[in-house]
């Protein structure tokens, strides 16, 4: 969690939609993409939600069922112990960390005996507080979403995280909009800066947008890590496929996340870098002559021309040329040097 490196989390969440060989090829896409970690979900559905509580209005729109509960679609994609142990083998396999989310007390237990390096609090859970009491007893470093949530609540779910032991350093606060697909006048990528410069965190950015490129900027503006939501295919049936990424999506993503590390980790001096340092003489130009010269000749403005190469007397010493005096004769074009003039 203290690695200069953006981590980069690959969410299949619920899109392996209950079964063990989908969610085998997320883990193989997200390994091949490069993420860090692939993130399932962990939860029960009768200690989450009631049998009363109604689908969001995206999860209505993209699972085709007549139901309109969320009970029965979240008890369709539960993971049980024995799935969980089949994933986090595949994940070995496939040299990617797993990760998964819990959204209950019991299921933060559970992640935690499973040895977990850190722990992930979706932005539901921020208002939560026997959940993010549990979470700071771990004594594990916390990645926080904010979806939906205003600073107050932030600073909130913050201080019972503290409260019960959690240490600033250790946790990691995201920037997040729980819109599926997020619309892009929404997403207020400030935001995360702002929660970094008043609280004093290290922040990061949880995507729910279609594409890549936001993701990428709030690494450019300081995100230390990502989380975006990945499938296999957008057309199939499920609450999330439809603002997921697909594969090459995904590996693109990474790349560019990778560029802007490498982008951004120069010491901020400017100066020439190692690879342009060549391109200097042939790029820059030096005093030539504009015309033919003689021996005694007083060089004026009309006599000199900035010709490339770069390598002679840098233009810069203009006036310091004109009115010196030429010790032999010159041809139009050529070059001046020092030892020429008096």
């Given at each position: 969690m203290n690695s200069n490196k953006v981590i980069i989390i690959a969410e299949a969440g619920v899109n392996h939609n209950g079964d063990r060989r989908t969610a085998e090829k997320?883990?193989?896409?997200?390994?091949?993409?490069?993420?860090?970690?692939?993130?399932?979900?962990?939860?029960?559905?009768?200690?989450?939600?009631?049998?009363?509580?109604?689908?969001?209005?995206?999860?209505?729109?993209?699972?085709?069922?007549?139901?309109d509960d969320q009970y029965s679609m979240l008890k369709s994609v539960e993971l049980s112990d024995e799935d969980h142990q089949f994933i986090i083998k595949k994940c070995e396999e496939n040299n990617i960390r797993f990760l998964s989310t819990a959204f209950d007390e019991d299921g933060i237990d559970y992640l935690d005996q499973l040895g977990l390096p850190f722990f992930k609090s979706p932005s539901g859970e921020i208002t939560n507080y026997p959940y993010l009491r549990k979470l700071g007893q771990k004594g594990k470093p916390v990645i926080l979403s904010t979806g939906m949530a205003t600073m107050?609540?932030?600073?909130?779910?913050?201080?019972?995280?503290?409260?019960?032991?959690?240490?600033?350093?250790?946790?990691?606060?995201?920037?997040?909009?729980?819109?599926?697909?997020?619309?892009?006048?929404?997403?207020?990528?400030?935001?995360?800066?702002?929660?970094?410069?008043e609280l004093d965190v290290k922040v990061g950015y949880s995507d729910h947008t279609l594409g890549i490129e936001v993701p990428i900027a709030a690494v450019a503006r300081g995100a230390q890590v990502i989380e975006k939501h990945f499938t296999l295919d957008r057309e199939l049936p499920g609450p999330d496929h439809r603002a997921s990424l697909e594969p090459k999506e995904l590996k693109a993503m990474v790349e560019g996340i990778r560029n802007i590390e490498k982008a951004l980790s120069g010491d901020g001096t400017k100066k020439p870098s190692k690879s342009e340092q060549k391109n200097i003489d042939i790029a820059r130009k030096s005093i030539h002559l504009a015309r033919n010269v003689k021996k005694g000749d007083v060089l004026t403005e009309k006599d000199i021309i900035p010709l490339r190469p770069g390598d002679g007397i840098s233009p810069m010493e203009w006036n310091n040329v004109i009115g010196k005096m030429v010790l032999k004769p010159l041809s139009k074009n050529e070059q001046l040097t020092w030892d020429t003039l008096q």
């Open positions: 997320l883990i193989k896409v997200a390994a091949e993409a490069g993420a860090d970690f692939v993130k399932f979900q962990t939860f029960n559905a009768d200690k989450i939600v009631s049998r009363k509580a109604k689908k969001a209005e995206y999860q209505s729109n993209n699972v085709e069922s007549g139901s107050q609540e932030v600073k909130d779910a913050i201080s019972v995280l503290n409260e019960f032991g959690l240490k600033k350093e250790d946790l990691t606060v995201l920037h997040c909009n729980t819109e599926y697909p997020t619309p892009m006048e929404d997403v207020n990528l400030k935001a995360m800066n702002t929660i970094a410069e």
